[in-house]
């Protein structure tokens, strides 16, 4: 009975378990969500095609190491760095989005509210958002292609100096009139910042998303892609369907009605967020003059 229970002694301790307390239950978590967020990331960008290379690189290199082939150690040891440097400035684009998304979360503010007293600017008025909603609607109706970029708190001057500068109060038939065909400035895109049109004719970049639909052309494209690198929302009319599509944070919405489109511009405006500081600071006030 001793040498069975010593037996089972010694291999019960090769099955042990190791102790797992909190903290590591927590890093678990931290990078299974980082490796979602990285799939995620990589399946819709160009990068999936990247990494599928590299994989096969790595694989190569794995054979390499098993079979001991002296000269091809050599050299990818004394080619490491150069690797590095390579992926890197091929993922350049792609790491430059990552970093200004994790800029854009502002997550010490949303963890520590150091400014409640301040009230958040609204964007735009009531007047602009009606003036954007009926001339969209118009010229879907008409079949009029458009490309209105509406800023938020991220500068697009970099895409405003690739058009010419217009600076004009937002009125429906100003923007029918710049987009409508055969007229010098219908070409591009329009940048909205606050209540006026700050330029017309502008460049924007197109996007590497793989999983729009092929039926999409270089407007929609464009729409995205603005939305992807800025914090920027973009309202676009096709001009071959008339149909009306929204982009917002690289997600394109499609056939948005003149509703949804006015409910999404409403959001947008920050007005809630203003009215809520407005009262908050009321509040305040009464509360020290109660005092």
């Not at 503010?109 to 409640?116: A, Q, Y």
């Not at 958040?120 to 602009?128: A, I, M, V």
């Not at 923007?175 to 909205?192: C, S, Y």
């Not at 996007?207 to 039926?215: A, H, I, V, Y």
């Amino acid at each position: 009975m001793r040498a069975i229970a010593s037996f089972f002694s010694r291999y019960a301790s090769l099955f042990r378990f190791p102790s797992i307390g909190p903290t590591d239950v927590l890093e678990i978590i931290i990078l299974a969500f980082l490796m979602y967020r990285f799939l995620l990331w990589i399946q819709t960008t160009r990068a999936w095609t990247l990494l599928k290379g590299i994989l096969t690189v790595l694989v190569c290199v794995l054979i390499v190491y098993l079979f001991q082939m002296d000269t091809l150690m050599y050299i990818v040891n004394r080619g490491i760095s150069i690797v590095i440097i390579t992926i890197v400035v091929v993922f350049q684009p792609e790491l430059r989005r990552v970093l200004e998304q994790l800029g854009e979360r502002n997550l010490i503010s949303s963890i520590l509210p150091l400014d409640t007293v301040g009230v958040p600017e609204q964007l735009f008025s009531d007047k602009t958002l009606n003036e954007l909603v009926k001339a969209s609607v118009e010229m879907g109706k008409a079949r009029t292609g458009a490309l209105i970029v509406i800023y938020q708190k991220e500068t697009l001057e970099e895409y405003e100096r690739t058009g010419i500068s217009v600076d004009a109060v937002v009125t429906s038939q100003l923007l029918i009139n710049i987009f409508e065909h055969n007229t010098p400035l219908h070409d591009g895109a329009v940048i909205i910042k606050g209540d006026r049109i700050t330029s017309a004719t502008c460049y924007l970049p197109l996007t590497d998303n793989m999983e729009l639909s092929k039926e999409l052309g270089t407007r929609h494209r464009a729409g995205v892609g603005i939305s992807e690198v800025t914090d920027s929302f973009t309202i676009i009319v096709s001009e071959e369907t008339g149909h009306i599509s929204v982009a917002y944070r690289g997600a394109l919405e499609r056939g948005v009605t003149a509703e949804r489109l006015r409910e999404r511009l409403t959001v947008l405006q920050n007005k809630s967020q203003v009215n809520r500081s407005k009262k908050l600071r009321i509040l305040k006030g009464w509360g020290k003059n109660a005092k």
